[in-house]
């Protein structure tokens, strides 16, 4: 899946068998026992994944993790600081998003200075709204900011504040500073293994794929959604079309080592068997208790 923006709450639900491919061997998580890394809210997060991430990284052994579709980034943040690989690179398009990133690894002492600072009330949030960044690190803050207190950290343009939020804490529901500020700082120990460049992932995969081949493992969640179609992919991102067959047809092309997650939409399953890729479904339940079916592609098998 990618971004049918709802968290995906695993809790407790068994793995069932769909149509289309076999179910994973790997038993979906509950996400609470998932360490958090990233920073961000992020509508489509891919906590739940996790298993899978270690164990395709353990018996794969690359050495570079390619992100490049990275948003709340949990796969690399995941993979750099288990050790898993000894480094990742992400790609993002999103200039808001691009700037958090960049001013994590740049300058988090920073953020994590202005955010023990920063008291969230509508009037400040609507003049951090507002207010153009004058510099990276300020837009990063910005990002940050909007992205925890709008209502399911969504930055698309249009998405308003929580008004209720998590216990009725309304916007500081999910305004944890200390948590934010931890986890900005473990980012800020590994910075020197992570590097981060904005743009056009489906760009620069293969310029990244031609220089690094077999050495590289590539996680692909693209901005994709079986479930609302194109309205609601662009209620959650502000880049939210993509050429997916154009996506498959590239990785076909290269031997690239790749896990990429997509719900399990026909059109998607149609891609899958075109290009004779592996694929394993999971069930499970969305933060509204829908169930709903991912696809975990590879380019050899893994979980079946
Ligand atoms: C489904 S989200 C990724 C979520 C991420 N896996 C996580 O766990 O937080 C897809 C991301 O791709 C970004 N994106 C969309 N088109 C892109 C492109 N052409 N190149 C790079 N990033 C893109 C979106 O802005 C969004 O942040």
Redesign the pocket.
């Given at each position: 899946m990618?971004?049918n923006g709802l968290s995906s709450q695993a809790q407790g639900v068994k793995a069932v068998q769909t149509e289309a491919f076999p179910t994973s061997r790997i038993p979906v998580v509950n996400v609470a026992t998932v360490p958090q890394r990233?920073p961000l809210r992020?509508p489509?997060?891919?906590t739940w994944l996790i298993p899978h991430i270690r164990e395709w990284l353990r018996k794969t052994g690359p050495e570079i993790l390619i992100e490049?579709?990275?948003?709340?980034?949990?796969?690399s943040l995941t993979a750099v600081m288990e050790r898993l690989v000894n480094a990742a690179v992400m790609?993002?398009?999103?200039r808001d998003?691009a700037a958090f990133w960049r001013s994590a690894l740049e300058s988090g002492a920073t953020l994590q200075k202005w955010i023990g600072q920063f008291e969230p009330t509508i009037e400040r949030l609507r003049e951090l709204e507002r207010a153009i960044p004058a510099t990276v690190t300020e837009h990063g803050f910005r990002t940050l900011v909007l992205n925890r207190t709008r209502r399911g950290g969504v930055l698309a343009p249009g998405a308003s504040f929580s008004r209720n939020g998590e216990n009725g804490r309304g916007l500081l529901s999910r305004w944890y500073p200390k948590t934010l500020a931890t986890r900005l700082a473990a980012i800020q120990q590994h910075a020197d293994r992570i590097a981060f460049c904005e743009g056009?992932?489906?760009k620069l995969l293969p310029l990244m794929l031609g220089g690094w081949g077999r050495k590289a493992a590539v996680f692909l969640?693209?901005?994709y959604t079986a479930h609302g179609g194109k309205r609601a992919g662009s209620r959650l991102?502000?880049?939210?079309s993509?050429d997916h067959a154009a996506l498959f047809a590239m990785l076909a092309e290269t031997d690239a080592n790749f896990l990429m997650t997509y719900d399990a939409a026909p059109e998607i399953i149609d891609l899958v068997r075109e290009h004779n890729f592996d694929a394993v479904c999971l069930s499970m339940k969305n933060g509204h208790h829908n169930q709903m079916s991912e696809i975990v592609i590879t380019s050899e098998p893994l979980f079946a």
């Open positions: 990618s971004g990233s992020y489509g997060g891919k490049p579709f990275a948003g709340g980034a949990i796969t790609v993002e398009l999103d998003v056009d992932g489906m969640d693209p901005p991102y502000a880049h939210s993509l």
